[in-house]
C-alpha cells in the first residue's frame, strides 16, 4: 500500500474538487455539492448553504496549485495552508474507518478542514517522494489532475471519458 486509507481519501477529494474548475464547471449548484458530499463524506460541520458552496469554489485553484506544484513549492504550499488553519488534533474513529487523524476541530467551517486535509495528504506524498502520481491528464482537450495510484504508475487521464476519447482517436488512427 503505496499511502494510508485517509490520505487516498483526502487526495482523491481534492484531486475531484480541484477538476471541478474545470471546463464545463460541475460544482456550480446545490445539487453538484450534495453530490460531491455523497462521493466525499465528510464529517463534521457541513452547512450545505450558498455561502459553503461559494467559499469550497474560492478554494478550487488552491488546491490545484498544491497538487500540481514540484516537490519544494509542493512544501512551501503545504506550509502556507497549515497557517491558514485552526489546529485542533485528535484522533478518532469513524464509518468504519479505523484510528486516523483529524487535524482540525469538526466545528471548523468544511473549506479548512479540506485545506487541511489536503495538506496533510501532501505531506505524504512529499515524505514519500512520490509527487510524480500526480499530474496533468494527457488528453490535449482537457486540464484536469490525474492521481496515479497504479503499481506500474500508467493511469494517463483524469477520467474514463479522456481515456475512451483517446482510445477511440488511437483505434481511428491506426484504422487509417
Known amino acids: 500500500m503505496l499511502f494510508t486509507d485517509d490520505?487516498?481519501?483526502?487526495?482523491?477529494?481534492?484531486?475531484?474538487?480541484?477538476?471541478?474548475?474545470?471546463?464545463p464547471d460541475t460544482?456550480?449548484?446545490?445539487h453538484d455539492f450534495e453530490e460531491f458530499l455523497t462521493a466525499f463524506p465528510y464529517?463534521?460541520?457541513i452547512d450545505r448553504d450558498a455561502a459553503e458552496l461559494a467559499t469550497i469554489r474560492r478554494l478550487r485553484p488552491r488546491l490545484r496549485g498544491m497538487l500540481l506544484a514540484i516537490r519544494d513549492e509542493m512544501v512551501?504550499?503545504?506550509?502556507d495552508a497549515l497557517r491558514d488553519v485552526t489546529f485542533d488534533a485528535h484522533i478518532v474513529r469513524h464509518d468504519g474507518a479505523d484510528w486516523h487523524l483529524h487535524a482540525v476541530a469538526d466545528d471548523r467551517p468544511l473549506a479548512e478542514r479540506i485545506l487541511a486535509e489536503t495538506a496533510m495528504a501532501l505531506l505524504d506524498v512529499v515524505r514519500a517522494e512520490e509527487g510524480s502520481r500526480l499530474a496533468v491528464c494527457a488528453d490535449e482537450q482537457c486540464e484536469g489532475i490525474v492521481l496515479d495510484l497504479?503499481?506500474?504508475?500508467?493511469?494517463?487521464?483524469?477520467?474514463?471519458?479522456?481515456?475512451?476519447r483517446n482510445a477511440v482517436a488511437a483505434y481511428r488512427a491506426r484504422q487509417r
Do not use: D, F, W
Open 150 to 164: 497504479s503499481r506500474n504508475r500508467s493511469r494517463r487521464y483524469c477520467s474514463t471519458t479522456c481515456t475512451n
Open 27 to 30: 460544482l456550480e449548484t446545490g
Open 43 to 45: 464529517t463534521g460541520r
Open 76 to 79: 512551501e504550499a503545504i506550509n
Open 7 to 23: 490520505t487516498v481519501e483526502a487526495l482523491r477529494a481534492a484531486v475531484h474538487l480541484a477538476n471541478t474548475a474545470e471546463a
